[in-house]
């Protein structure tokens, strides 16, 4: 199996990176900057190999997907996102162009390349990690990120549509807070506050069990989930009184 994961330097990407080498999976782990991955244990492991390009770069993207997958690409997966917060963009509305060429832009290109050769195939499993924030209703107040996973949520959807008939499957993973070490970062350092955090392990386990049984969507925790349709059915003025 061969397995190319955009993001794969860090968090959920790494650890789903850890989990296919462990099944003696031919393995691309994919990042902006891959000497991250430098002492790793994953670094010297000789089925795994790294590219270093920005996701939304077109033409390293593509050259990163035709160099792995001149040997077949079984499954792509796309844990590369960007966050930035509603007092940032206040005071820096450009912050906003980073995340969407990611979150959005970048997703379609690496859609695009690897299905294009997954078709050529005749094979193949696409997979993206958007967020439970994505559920979350369009509204004046929403924030960037909540679009932009909103956005990728679509986009996931319609590739499953597009691809069905050349035998490529779809798969969108929509985990709640998930305790990696990016999450707490972002939040001074812990993340114990979130509601219904998830180890990392524990999601990684849950996203490869739906990866592996090709379904269409997995969200997760159920719990969380349900706090978001509750969220969804309150009048629009309750609604924009959420904190972004």
Same mark, same amino acid.
């Given at each position: 199996?061969?397995?190319?994961?955009?993001?794969?330097? @860090?968090?959920?990407?790494?650890?789903?990176?850890?989990? $296919?080498? @462990?099944?003696?999976?031919?393995? *691309?782990?994919?990042?902006?900057?891959?000497?991250?991955?430098?002492?790793?244990?994953?670094?010297?492991?000789?089925?795994?190999?790294? $590219?270093?390009?920005?996701?939304?770069?077109?033409?390293?993207?593509?050259?990163?997907?035709?160099?792995?997958?001149?040997?077949?690409?079984?499954?792509?997966?796309?844990? *590369?996102?960007?966050?930035?917060?509603? *007092?940032?963009?206040?005071?820096?509305?450009?912050?906003?162009?980073?995340?969407?060429?990611?979150?959005?832009?970048?997703?379609?290109?690496?859609?695009?390349?690897?299905?294009?050769?997954?078709?050529?195939?005749?094979?193949?499993?696409?997979?993206?990690?958007?967020?439970?924030?994505?559920?979350?209703?369009?509204?004046?107040?929403? @924030?960037? $990120? @909540? +679009?932009?996973?909103?956005? +990728?949520?679509?986009?996931?959807?319609? $590739?499953?549509?597009?691809?069905?008939?050349?035998?490529?499957?779809?798969?969108?993973?929509?985990?709640?807070?998930?305790?990696?070490?990016?999450?707490?970062?972002?939040?001074?350092?812990?993340? *114990?506050?979130?509601?219904?955090?998830?180890?990392?392990?524990?999601?990684?386990?849950?996203?490869?069990?739906?990866?592996?049984?090709?379904?269409?969507?997995?969200?997760?925790?159920?719990?969380?989930?349900?706090?978001?349709?509750?969220?969804?059915?309150?009048?629009?003025?309750?609604?924009?009184?959420?904190?972004?």
């Amino acid at each position: 199996m061969r397995v190319m994961i955009i993001g794969g330097t @860090s968090g959920i990407g790494l650890a789903l990176g850890q989990h $296919y080498a @462990s099944q003696d999976a031919q393995v *691309a782990l994919c990042g902006r900057d891959t000497g991250r991955l430098d002492g790793h244990a994953l670094a010297a492991h000789p089925q795994v190999r790294r $590219y270093a390009f920005d996701i939304a770069d077109r033409a390293a993207l593509e050259a990163a997907v035709q160099d792995f997958g001149s040997d077949g690409l079984d499954l792509l997966i796309v844990t *590369a996102g960007q966050y930035t917060d509603a *007092a940032t963009l206040a005071v820096r509305p450009e912050a906003a162009l980073p995340v969407l060429a990611t979150n959005v832009g970048g997703l379609c290109l690496a859609f695009d390349a690897a299905g294009a050769l997954m078709r050529r195939q005749g094979h193949g499993h696409l997979v993206a990690v958007a967020s439970i924030a994505g559920l979350v209703k369009d509204y004046p107040a929403g @924030s960037l $990120y @909540s +679009a932009s996973k909103r956005a +990728a949520i679509a986009i996931c959807d319609t $590739y499953r549509k597009a691809l069905a008939p050349f035998g490529i499957a779809v798969t969108t993973l929509v985990p709640g807070y998930v305790d990696t070490a990016r999450l707490r970062e972002l939040n001074g350092g812990s993340a *114990a506050a979130k509601p219904f955090l998830q180890p990392e392990a524990d999601a990684v386990q849950r996203m490869a069990g739906a990866i592996e049984r090709r379904a269409e969507r997995c969200v997760f925790p159920w719990q969380l989930h349900a706090l978001v349709r509750l969220f969804n059915c309150l009048p629009l003025g309750l609604r924009q009184l959420r904190r972004k």
